[in-house]
T-cell receptor, first 109, second 114 residues
Framework: QQPVQSPQAVILREGEDAVINCSSS?????VHWYRQKHGEAPVFLMI?????EQKGHEKISASFNEKKQQSSLYLTASQLSYSGTYFC??????????FGAGTTVTVRA | DTGVSQDPRHKITKRGQNVTFRCDPI?????LYWYRQTLGQGPEFLTY????????KSRLLSDRFSAERPKGSFSTLEIQRTEQGDSAMYLC????????????FGNGTRLTVT
């Protein structure tokens, strides 16, 4: 049930954009996105509940295609503070999340 | 909101010893989760409580692992007869009951089994 994330890693220069994908083999109730910096706890970014829904958080947004069981996270005009590992958490019911292996984002000046 | 706190932050133990970790969730959160995270991987679900009831436990979890949440407040995770493969970061998270509530993670307990 673990979702598959791609790419595994991405290196950006400040101001560049990136897309992180998350796909599941099972029907999804929700998709959560979290960011974890080295040695810290994962921090919540956003939840998507409905098919085709998009949400935004500063210059970070996400979409959820319920039919394709996929979600994408968009990093726009990246900043140094965006560096970290991004995890998608997929929910097949209303209480349990399964996390992908993560995508490590490095933003360089 | 003081956040989720976990104790201890680090634990080094010898193989075969028992260890216990504590998690104090955000006070108004009914749901409490334990996850395990190894290097380069995402958090792996271990178990879930709704108030004091343990409603799901991962099938991957051996019977050496046990968790409790007496009175629906703090929770403890005990590992008996530790093995080197138990070395990992153990994360606790809590959330409200509604399905669209985010998980709030603690800083974790890093276990090293020598």
């Amino acid at each position: 049930q673990q979702p598959v994330q791609s790419p595994q890693a991405v290196i950006l220069r400040e101001g560049e954009d990136a897309v992180i994908n998350c796909s599941s083999s099972k029907a999804l109730y929700s998709v959560h996105w979290y960011r974890q910096k080295h040695g810290e706890a994962p921090v919540f970014l956003m939840i998507l509940l409905k098919g085709g829904e998009q949400k935004g958080h500063e210059k970070i947004s996400a979409s959820f295609n319920e039919k394709k069981q996929q979600s994408s996270l968009y990093l726009t005009a990246s900043q140094l503070s965006y560096s970290g590992t991004y995890f998608c958490g997929t929910g097949h019911n209303d209480y349990k999340l399964s996390f992908g292996a993560g995508t490590t984002v490095t933003v360089r000046a | 909101d003081t956040g989720v706190s976990q104790d201890p932050r680090h634990k080094i133990t010898k193989r075969g010893q028992n260890v216990t970790f504590r998690c104090d969730p955000i006070s108004e959160h009914n749901r409490l989760y334990w996850y395990r995270q190894t290097l380069g991987q995402g958090p792996e679900f271990l178990t879930y409580f709704q108030n004091e009831a343990q409603l799901e436990k991962s099938r991957l979890l051996s019977d050496r692992f046990s968790a409790e949440r007496p009175k629906g407040s703090f929770s403890t995770l005990e590992i008996q007869r530790t093995e080197q493969g138990d070395s990992a970061m153990y994360l606790c998270a809590s959330s409200l009951t509604t399905g669209d509530s985010p998980l709030h993670f603690g800083n974790g307990t890093r276990l090293t089994v020598t």
